[in-house]
C-alpha cells in the first residue's frame, strides 16, 4: 500500500522524505523570494497531485490484480469470483493546467513525467476494458488465455511504469514544497500543531516500512518493539498538546485534533495484539496486518481533515 501524506496545505510522502537534500537551498530561496502567491501554486500542484496519485494508485493496483486472476482464469484456473476493480475518482488530476514556474529548472522534467504518468494511466485503463470485455464474453475459450497473457504482460509494464513516474515527480517536487510550506506556516496559528502531527505520521510510516518487511521475511520482535516504543513515543507528544489557538476560524480543528490521537492510541492498541500474535508463529499473519493497514488509513484520514 502507497502511504499518502497531507502536510499544511502543501503534502508530503513518507518514501521521499530524506530525499533531494541537494539543491535544497538554492531551490529554496527562489521560493521565499517568490512568497506566498508563488508557494501557493506549488502547494495547490501538490495537493492535486498526490490526491490524484492516492486514488489512481488503488485503481492502478487493482486492476493488476484483476489481470492476474483473470489469467489464471483463462488457463483453465479455479477464481469463483473476479476482483472488483473501484472506480478512480480523480477529479484532481483535471485539475492541474500546468507545472508551476516555481519548480525553476526541474519544471521541464516534471513536466515530462507528468505527461507520462497521466498517458500510462489512460493506457492501463483502456487494457483493463479490453481485458475485461474479453473475460466477460468469455473468448478466452478460443485462444485458450492467450490475449489475456499478452494483456497481463502489457498492464503490468505499464503499472511499473505509471508507478516510476509517480514516485519520480515526488521526489522531483519535494524540494520546492518543503520551502513552500516553509512560507505558509512561518505565522500560522496551528504551526506547532500541524508539525508534532506530521512528525507522528512520520513515525507511523516507519512503523507501517517495517511491517511491511517483516510480513514479506518474517517477523522480528526486537526491531518491532523498538518501532512501538517509538511511535508510543510521539503518540504521548502529541496528545500532551493542549489544542489552545485562539482564532475562531480554526476552532473546529481542536476535535479533529483529538480524533488524530485517538486514532493514533487505537493504532498502538493493534500495535501491541500483532507483537503478541507474531512472537509465537515467528511471522505477521494476514489479518493482522490488514489490521494495521486499516488502522494506519483511519489515522491517515483524520490527519489529512485536520491539516486541511
Same mark, same amino acid.
Request: proline letters at 2%; one cysteine or more; glycine letters at 4%.
Given at each position: #500500500?502507497?502511504?499518502?501524506?497531507?502536510?499544511?496545505?502543501?503534502?508530503?510522502?513518507?518514501?521521499?522524505?530524506?530525499?533531494?537534500?541537494?539543491? #535544497?537551498?538554492?531551490?529554496?530561496?527562489?521560493? #521565499?523570494?517568490?512568497?506566498?502567491?508563488?508557494?501557493?501554486?506549488?502547494?495547490?500542484?501538490?495537493?492535486?497531485?498526490?490526491?490524484?496519485?492516492?486514488?489512481?494508485?488503488?485503481?492502478?493496483?487493482?486492476?493488476?490484480?484483476?489481470?492476474?486472476?483473470?489469467?489464471?482464469?483463462?488457463?483453465?484456473?479455479?477464481?469463483?469470483?473476479?476482483?472488483?476493480?473501484?472506480?478512480?475518482?480523480?477529479?484532481?488530476?483535471?485539475?492541474?493546467?500546468?507545472?508551476?514556474? *516555481?519548480?525553476?529548472?526541474?519544471?521541464?522534467?516534471?513536466?515530462?513525467?507528468?505527461?507520462?504518468?497521466?498517458?500510462?494511466?489512460?493506457?492501463?485503463?483502456?487494457?483493463?476494458?479490453?481485458?475485461?470485455?474479453?473475460?466477460? %464474453?468469455?473468448? +478466452?475459450?478460443?485462444?485458450?488465455?492467450?490475449?489475456?497473457?499478452?494483456?497481463?504482460?502489457?498492464?503490468?509494464?505499464?503499472?511499473?511504469?505509471?508507478?516510476?513516474?509517480?514516485?519520480?515527480? @515526488?521526489?522531483?517536487?519535494?524540494?520546492?514544497?518543503?520551502?513552500?510550506?516553509?512560507?505558509? @506556516?512561518?505565522?500560522?496559528?496551528?504551526?506547532?500543531?500541524?508539525? %508534532?502531527?506530521?512528525? @507522528?505520521?512520520?513515525? #507511523?510510516?516507519?512503523?507501517?516500512?517495517?511491517?511491511?518487511?517483516?510480513?514479506?521475511? *518474517?517477523?522480528?520482535?526486537?526491531?518491532?518493539?523498538?518501532?512501538?516504543?517509538?511511535?508510543?513515543?510521539?503518540?504521548?507528544?502529541?496528545?500532551?498538546?493542549?489544542?489552545?489557538?485562539?482564532?475562531?476560524?480554526?476552532?473546529?480543528?481542536?476535535?479533529?485534533?483529538?480524533?488524530?490521537?485517538? *486514532?493514533? %492510541?487505537?493504532?498502538?492498541?493493534?500495535?501491541?495484539?500483532?507483537?503478541?500474535?507474531?512472537?509465537?508463529? *515467528?511471522?505477521?499473519?494476514?489479518?493482522?496486518?490488514?489490521?494495521?493497514?486499516?488502522?494506519?488509513?483511519?489515522?491517515?484520514?483524520? +490527519?489529512?481533515?485536520?491539516?486541511?
Amino acid at each position: #500500500m502507497k502511504k499518502i501524506i497531507v502536510f499544511a496545505f502543501a503534502i508530503t510522502v513518507s518514501t521521499v522524505a530524506t530525499s533531494c537534500k541537494k539543491g #535544497m537551498d538554492k531551490l529554496g530561496n527562489v521560493v #521565499m523570494k517568490a512568497g506566498e502567491n508563488n508557494s501557493q501554486a506549488i502547494i495547490d500542484f501538490n495537493n492535486d497531485f498526490l490526491d490524484s496519485y492516492k486514488n489512481s494508485t488503488r485503481h492502478i493496483e487493482g486492476i493488476v490484480k484483476y489481470a492476474e486472476s483473470a489469467l489464471t482464469k483463462a488457463k483453465g484456473g479455479d477464481i469463483m469470483i473476479m476482483p472488483i476493480v473501484i472506480s478512480s475518482l480523480d477529479y484532481s488530476l483535471s485539475k492541474i493546467k500546468e507545472v508551476p514556474t *516555481g519548480f525553476e529548472n526541474d519544471r521541464e522534467i516534471i513536466e515530462t513525467t507528468f505527461n507520462t504518468y497521466k498517458a500510462k494511466k489512460e493506457s492501463i485503463e483502456k487494457k483493463y476494458e479490453e481485458l475485461k470485455s474479453y473475460m466477460t %464474453s468469455e473468448d +478466452y475459450k478460443d485462444d485458450k488465455g492467450a490475449k489475456a497473457e499478452a494483456l497481463k504482460k502489457e498492464i503490468d509494464a505499464e503499472a511499473q511504469d505509471f508507478f516510476t513516474a509517480g514516485e519520480s515527480i @515526488l521526489i522531483k517536487i519535494k524540494p520546492a514544497t518543503d520551502a513552500a510550506e516553509e512560507v505558509i @506556516l512561518k505565522d500560522h496559528p496551528m504551526k506547532d500543531f500541524i508539525v %508534532s502531527s506530521k512528525s @507522528l505520521m512520520n513515525s #507511523m510510516d516507519s512503523v507501517m516500512d517495517v511491517l511491511d518487511k517483516q510480513y514479506q521475511n *518474517g517477523f522480528n520482535e526486537a526491531e518491532a518493539q523498538k518501532k512501538y516504543d517509538e511511535f508510543a513515543k510521539a503518540v504521548e507528544t502529541n496528545a500532551a498538546k493542549t489544542f489552545d489557538v485562539k482564532d475562531p476560524q480554526y476552532a473546529h480543528k481542536k476535535s479533529q485534533f483529538e480524533s488524530l490521537n485517538k *486514532g493514533a %492510541s487505537e493504532f498502538l492498541d493493534q500495535f501491541r495484539k500483532l507483537i503478541r500474535d507474531s512472537k509465537s508463529s *515467528g511471522k505477521i499473519e494476514d489479518s493482522n496486518i490488514r489490521t494495521m493497514d486499516s488502522a494506519y488509513e483511519s489515522v491517515l484520514n483524520s +490527519y489529512n481533515s485536520f491539516v486541511k
